[in-house]
C-alpha cells in the first residue's frame, strides 16, 4: 500500500462517514508519522501510510470496535500483516491491552493475545505516539492526553497509560538525540 492508496481510503471513508473527525486526525498521524521517520532515516512512505490507516476500522463498525474492524477490513482486502497489525498495535502501548486511552478493554482473546506477543516495529512505536500526539494537528502529548480525558472520561487505567505516554515520548527524544517536539515547530501555534 502506498501513501496515496491509503489517502483515498480515507476519500472513500468520508463519503460514508458519520463522523469526519478521524479522518482528519489520521491524515495529521501519517504525515506527522512521515515526519518522524524522516528524521530516523527510515522509510518515510510506510510510516505515513500506517499513519493514515490506522482508525480505518472507523469506516467499516463501531468506533468503540474499530481495532479489530480494521484489522479484519484490511485482512479482507488482502493487504500485508503490517498494515492490518497497525490497526491492532495502535491502541496500545508496552505489548500491554491494559495500556489503552478509555478504559481497560472488554477481552478479545485474539487481540489480547495479538498484543502481548506481538514484537512492536519501529513504525508501530511511531503510529503509537503520533496517535498520541494528533488530533487534527499536531499537539504535545499534554494536550493530546487532556483532550482524551475530556472526550472519554478517567479510569483505573488512566495514569499508567499516561505514565507509558511520556515514557514513549522519552524513547523518541533519546533516539533522536533531540526534543521530539523539535521536529513540529507548529506545535506552538496549538497550544
Known amino acids: 500500500m502506498t501513501p496515496d492508496e491509503a489517502l483515498k481510503m480515507l476519500e472513500e471513508a468520508k463519503k460514508t462517514a ?55 477490513h484490511l485482512k479482507k482486502l488482502g493487504y500485508d500483516d503490517e498494515y492490518c497489525n497497525i490497526c491492532l498495535t495502535h491502541s ?14 472488554k477481552d478479545i482473546p485474539f487481540r489480547t493475545k495479538f498484543i502481548k506477543e506481538h514484537e512492536y516495529t519501529i513504525y508501530e512505536k511511531i503510529i503509537n505516539i503520533c496517535d498520541l500526539m494528533c488530533t487534527k494537528v499536531v499537539n504535545t502529548v499534554n494536550k493530546r492526553l487532556v483532550d482524551i480525558i475530556i472526550r472519554r472520561g478517567a479510569y483505573s487505567n488512566t495514569q499508567y497509560h499516561i505514565k507509558e505516554t511520556y515514557k514513549l515520548k522519552e524513547y523518541f527524544d533519546n533516539l533522536l538525540g533531540y526534543n521530539l517536539y523539535d ?6 501555534d496549538n497550544l
Open 18 to 72: 458519520s463522523c469526519t473527525g478521524w479522518i482528519k486526525h489520521s491524515k495529521c498521524v501519517g504525515d506527522a508519522a512521515g515526519v518522524i521517520a524522516k528524521a530516523l532515516n527510515l522509510d518515510v512512505d510506510k510510516a505515513k501510510t500506517l499513519g493514515y490507516i490506522h482508525d480505518i476500522g472507523k469506516s467499516v463498525g463501531p468506533f468503540e470496535n474499530h481495532v479489530m474492524n480494521g484489522y479484519e
Open 92 to 105: 496500545y502501548l508496552n505489548n500491554d491491552i491494559v495500556c489503552t486511552a478509555g478504559g481497560i478493554p
Open 183 to 188: 521536529l513540529f515547530p507548529e506545535i506552538k
